[in-house]
């Protein structure tokens, strides 16, 4: 089934930019979406279908994806930022969900 | 505001079945718009998808762990339900249901999630 790749951690100052990757095949061709994991929460859908935000989402939070790698972008970052982001895609060949391993970002 | 509540039992043996329950609130299970979908977490891991249900009842799974699992719902109930057959404790676990538009592939709403422990 198709595998993507996360780092397992990223650091980052306060008020600087975050960029957390997510690789896989041809990722720039289908769809990626981006969930916020805080310690002992559910998961919550912080980017879909590539830069698309939900409501209440702030507009620090942005995505890409083109080529084989997927960016997810959090600006000006706060210590509140600090979590778990997980990548995922449909994969329509075997038609089922896949998650990358998740990437822990620290704020410094 | 749709609401997800998974419940079930937080201890099962090793060779038993794990049922659990998620009950939507805010919106109609049998509405046509969307998918409905377990997903699980193990303690300090990354996040596994299991499968998905259609309000019909149509359902596809992980083929990781298709074999012991069936989701299946109940409209009247408005619920979904995950049974999964043959556990190990490779199968504990936080246990999340979370729904899925139907025309789009991203989780947008989740449950809060429930820990299930497999041993003896």
């Known amino acids: 089934s198709y595998v993507l790749a996360q780092p397992p951690s990223v650091s980052v100052a306060p008020g600087k930019t975050a960029s957390i990757t997510c690789g896989g095949d041809?990722?720039?061709?289908?769809?990626v979406h981006w969930y916020q994991q805080k310690p002992g929460q559910a998961p919550v859908l912080v980017i879909y279908y590539d830069d698309d935000r939900p409501s209440g989402i702030s507009r620090r939070f942005s995505g890409s994806n083109s080529g084989s790698t997927a960016t997810l972008t959090i600006s000006r970052v706060e210590a509140g930022d600090e979590a778990d982001y997980y990548c995922q895609v449909w994969d329509t060949s075997s038609d089922q969900a896949v998650f990358g391993g998740g990437t822990k970002l620290t704020v410094l | 505001q749709v609401q997800l509540q998974e419940s079930g039992p937080g201890l099962v043996k090793p060779s038993q079945t794990l049922s659990l329950t998620c009950t939507v609130s805010?919106?109609?299970?049998?509405?046509?718009?969307?998918?409905w979908s377990w997903i699980r977490q193990p303690a300090g891991k990354g996040l596994e998808w299991i499968g998905r249900?259609?309000?019909?009842?149509?359902?596809n799974h992980n083929p990781s762990l298709k074999s012991r699992v069936t989701i299946s719902v109940d409209t009247s109930k408005n619920q979904l339900s995950l049974n999964m057959s043959s556990v190990t404790a490779a199968d504990t676990a936080v246990y999340y249901c979370?729904?899925?538009?139907?025309?789009?592939?991203?989780?947008?709403?989740w449950g809060q999630g429930t820990l299930v422990t497999v041993s003896s």
């Open positions: 805010g919106g109609s299970i049998s509405s046509g718009s969307h998918y």
């Open positions: 979370a729904r899925l538009p139907y025309s789009g592939y991203a989780f947008d709403y």
């Open positions: 041809n990722l720039g061709s289908i769809s």
């Open positions: 249900i259609y309000g019909t009842g149509s359902t």
